[in-house]
């Protein structure tokens, strides 16, 4: 059956330059979603200066809504002359033309449902662009990351894959290496249905999953550089329970466990 709802406004980019604005609108759906339902999703480009429509286009992408804040996990991006639509995956497009150039999927969720539903929300990056690649975490199929060609979705390598139930909730490329923050923060959205006279609960909470560390990849080849994991006895910390957020100064991973600063 059709999906019911309107249309909402999901964000505007622009390329000055260029004298481009790119708007993003997709379907809005009134009943479920936290699972992830299929909408119609429209990327319109418009003239700066005079606001004349250039070119539209229209096509469908699963898009999941957060179970208890209600908020649809969709955005939008412009780099190179692409425009990069992200929701429970991602689709690409050209900048002049509207063209779709290639589309793949990968799961930024995870839901359970039985006598309470579930949310699990963060578990793998957003995809990350640089330069004419893109990264993308796939838990969806194969549990791995994969580097992409930006303008012809062509896979130019996948890593070795990461075992059962992983999570990666961010990625930051610099100077040939690729940084994976293995586990972390995540936000887990609970719904628990009254029963007895007992009223609904809503819960959404920030938890810490693990096993928790860092990986880091070659980024012409993928293959693995060094991981926390293995090197126990020289950072002597085990990442045993907590990691933050990592940064990228220089050379330089700045990161903290839930003991030490490195």
Do not use: H
Request: aromatic share 8%; with cysteine; hydrophobic share 40%.
């Amino acid at each position: 059956s059709k999906a019911s709802g309107k249309e909402l406004f999901a964000g505007v980019v622009y390329d000055e330059a260029k004298d481009m604005k790119m708007k993003l609108n997709y379907q809005k759906r009134v009943i479920g979603g936290a699972k992830g339902s299929t909408r119609d999703i429209t990327v319109t480009c418009t003239k700066i200066s005079d606001g004349s429509y250039v070119w539209g286009t229209t096509f469908k992408g699963l898009v999941v809504s957060t179970l208890v804040t209600l908020e649809d996990l969709i955005s939008l991006s412009m780099v190179n002359g692409k425009v990069f639509v992200m929701y429970e995956g991602i689709t690409v497009l050209d900048e002049s033309d509207g063209k779709i150039l290639w589309n793949a999927e990968f799961d930024n969720s995870d839901v359970s449902v039985g006598l309470k539903a579930k949310q699990e929300i963060g578990i793998s990056a957003m995809p990350v662009v640089d330069g004419n690649s893109i990264y993308v975490v796939d838990l969806k199929k194969d549990n791995d990351i994969k580097k992409y060609d930006a303008t012809t979705g062509k896979i130019i390598w996948e890593s070795p894959k990461m075992g059962k139930d992983p999570v990666v909730p961010q990625i930051i490329v610099s100077g040939g290496v690729l940084i994976a923050q293995l586990c972390g923060r995540i936000n887990v959205q609970t719904f628990i249905p009254g029963t007895n006279g007992n009223p609904n609960v809503y819960k959404s909470e920030y938890k810490f999953v693990g096993p928790f560390g860092l990986k880091a990849y070659d980024t012409n080849s993928g293959a693995v550089l060094w991981e926390t994991s293995t090197m126990k006895d020289i950072l002597k910390d085990k990442f045993s329970d907590g990691i933050t957020n990592l940064v990228v100064s220089g050379n330089n991973v700045i990161v903290c466990s839930d003991k030490n600063l490195f």
